[in-house]
């Protein structure tokens, strides 16, 4: 079950790197991955808790 949690990570990542690469700067590339990556373990570690706990 974590891995699939994971991988869709990652899947969400690449979506948001490929129209990074159509819409907006590259010099803030950097920034949008991290940002990006931070909301998606975020909302990860929520679903995991709530998954815990039901």
């Known amino acids: 079950m974590r ?5 869709h ?4 990542l690449k979506n948001w790197r490929a129209l990074a ?3 907006g700067r590259r010099e803030h590339m950097s920034d949008v991955i991290q940002a990006v990556a931070a ?3 975020h909302q ?3 679903t995991l808790q ?5």
């Open 3 to 7: 891995r699939i949690r994971v991988e």
């Open 9 to 12: 990570g990652i899947v969400h």
């Open 21 to 23: 690469r159509h819409h």
């Open 39 to 41: 909301l998606l373990s």
């Open 44 to 46: 990860q570690a929520a």
């Open 50 to 54: 709530i998954d815990e706990q039901g």
